[in-house]
Structure formats: C-alpha cells, structure tokens
C-alpha cells in the first residue's frame, strides 16, 4: 500500500521550512551542528539558514542537548534535522520525540535497512513508531492529535550514501517508500572507494558513484542532497542537488580565525 510522503503530501504547515522549499524547488541550504549549545543553535538559526542538522553521529550531542537545540532552532522559524548515530529503532525513536523536522541517518547500504528506518519513523499502520510524548508536536507548531495526523507525511527521512556497498545498492535503496532524501558523504564515500580523504574530486570511481546515486535519487522520484565545503561550491550544486549541507560550526570557526590570523600577522 502506499502512503503519502514528504515529496507528495498535501499537507500545508508553514513551520516546516526546510519541507516547504524543497517541495518549492527553492534549493534550501542547511549546516551541520556539533556544538552543544541553544546559544550555538540560536546563532547558526539567526543566518538565514533553512535547515540545521543536529550532528548526534560525529558531534558533542547529548539527548539532552538534543532537545534543547531542537527547541530552540525550531523556535526561530529553521528545520532542525537530526543526524542520528546509527539505524536502531530506539536511538530513531528519540530523535523524532524531540519534534525534529527531518532525520538522517548514516552509512546506509542495503534497501532492507532503508525499510527498517521508514518503519521505525512512522506511526501505524505505516510503521511501528510509538506515541506517549508532548514534545514532538511542539517543534512543528501543532497540537498532538494534530502532529499524529501530519507527522508521517512531513518529517522527511533522509538516508547517507556513504559507502560502496551503500553505492552498488543505491537502486533498491532508492525504490523503497518512504525514504525521501538521499544524502551523500563525500568523505566516507571517498573513504569507502578509494582509501583516503577527501577526494581530490578528478578520481572516475568517485565521480561515477557520485553520478550513479543522483540518477537513481532522480529516478525514483527522490530528493538528492550532499555535504559541500563552501557556498560557491554549494551554488555549483544547485544543478545536480535539490539542497546541500555547507560545512558545520566547528569547521566555520576554526576557519573565520584561521583566515583573521593570517591576515593580522602579513
């Protein structure tokens, strides 16, 4: 049976910003969060940025800090998207009751997985996902009965294609229902496929594993998204990408000073 998705839902809710442009063709531009800090996702919120991926895989992200960061970026009209540290259902489970807009979910390799995080993302009859916190419906801006009736077609389920198991199975992967986004890592793919990082970007296998996940994101009628170093590299990507992910907050730091320190001591 099929259920309406992130990518056909009829559904209107003008909290969901990150939702709204991709469904616009707006090519939405999102960053990745390590810090544990409201203040931190207060500022990265405050950028114009439309979706902030709360790293919980790589990053110094609690449960705790999770919640707050979920609060607080919601708050401030931006898509929080959860980057959870691995495909178990408990872990998915959590995420979601913080009332994120999207999750994502890394080194996907197999279809079989891919269902089993759709599974564990949506409420029956879709899936499996439980229902006992007033928290979820908060972040969207709704009441829960509200959330319950919304949730499964509008918190979009974005999976990482990250390694070449991951790239060999992109087909079936992409064909199940319910995933919505997929989203490549450069670095663990370049990892994957040729024994170091980051790729030098000229490197065939890279470039043909690259071009095999767009066309079948494409192909079967999903959105496709990657993690960029820089805006011009991101406005490049507007071609082949419905949205990319510009560095993080660790990375933007240690470049600002960087960049100010070398030009405070020529």
């Known amino acids: 049976m099929s259920y309406p998705t992130p990518l056909n839902t009829p559904i209107q809710n003008p909290r969901l910003r990150l939702l709204n442009k991709l469904r616009n063709n707006e090519f939405p531009l999102?960053?990745?969060?390590?810090?544990?800090?409201?203040?931190?996702?207060?500022?990265?919120?405050l950028t114009g940025v439309d979706g902030i991926i709360i790293d919980c895989e790589h990053g110094h992200i609690s449960d705790d800090s999770m919640h707050n960061s979920v609060a607080a970026i919601s708050s401030l009209g931006v898509s929080p998207v959860i980057r959870i540290r691995g495909p178990a259902h408990d872990i998915l489970k959590r995420a979601l009751d913080t009332g994120a807009h999207g999750i994502m979910v890394p080194q996907i390799n197999t279809a079989e997985e891919a269902r089993q995080i759709v599974a564990s993302s949506k409420f029956p009859?879709?899936?499996?996902?439980?229902?006992?916190?007033?928290?979820?419906?908060?972040?969207?801006?709704?009441?829960?009965?509200?959330?319950?009736?919304?949730?499964?077609?509008?918190?979009i389920t974005m999976i990482q294609i990250e390694t070449r198991a991951g790239v060999e199975n992109v087909e079936e992967i992409c064909a199940v229902d319910g995933v919505d986004l997929v989203f490549i890592g450069p670095n663990d793919l370049a990892q994957s496929l040729l024994g170091y990082v980051p790729a030098r970007g000229d490197e065939p296998e890279f470039l043909d594993a690259i071009e095999k996940v767009i066309k079948a994101a494409k192909k079967h009628g999903k959105w496709a998204g990657r993690m960029v170093n820089n805006g011009s590299v991101a406005k490049e990507a507007r071609e082949r990408y419905d949205s990319v992910a510009i560095t993080g907050d660790t990375k933007a730091l240690q470049n600002w000073y960087m960049a100010e320190f070398e030009v405070a001591r020529s």
């Open 125 to 155: 009859p879709q899936g499996v996902r439980g229902q006992g916190s007033a928290f979820p419906a908060i972040g969207h801006g709704l009441t829960t009965p509200e959330y319950m009736l919304s949730a499964n077609q509008t918190i």
């Open 30 to 45: 999102m960053t990745f969060m390590a810090l544990p800090s409201v203040r931190m996702a207060q500022i990265i919120a």
